[in-house]
């Protein structure tokens, strides 16, 4: 009897078609991708290298400002350049250096003297 109450009050109000659909459940939506790809393959911080050399790769501010490179007491800005292998390649064109990170080991050239500076980098 309860049950036929209820009903005969849902019945004396009207209510438009459009509200009485079901309401699905809101799905979040995936933020969008903040990083460039690059930037979340690109391992920071202190490097070890063979016979001695150290470089320091950090970011200052912004991903989207660059990396900084220090090589020898000095900091160098280096910009990504896309590959079509996968590593992750920086380069400061005006001084000529490029820094390769693959999985395995990172490497530092001086594209204008073509020689390398560091190589067997490895996160210390």
Do not use: H
Request: charge should be positive.
């Amino acid at each position: 009897m309860a049950a036929t109450a209820v009903l005969a009050s849902c019945a004396s109000e009207k209510m438009p078609v459009t509200e009485t659909k079901p309401l699905l459940p809101a799905f979040n939506k995936a933020p969008e991708a903040t990083l460039p790809t690059w930037a979340t393959q690109l391992k920071t911080g202190n490097f070890a290298c063979e016979m001695g050399n150290k470089v320091e790769v950090k970011y200052e501010g912004r991903v989207t400002d660059g990396v900084t490179l220090v090589w020898k007491g000095s900091a160098y800005r280096m910009e990504p350049v896309t590959t079509s292998t996968g590593a992750v390649r920086l380069e400061n064109k005006g001084e000529g250096l490029v820094w390769i990170q693959i999985p395995s080991k990172s490497m530092l050239l001086n594209s204008k003297a073509g020689q390398q500076l560091a190589n067997d980098c490895k996160a210390s």
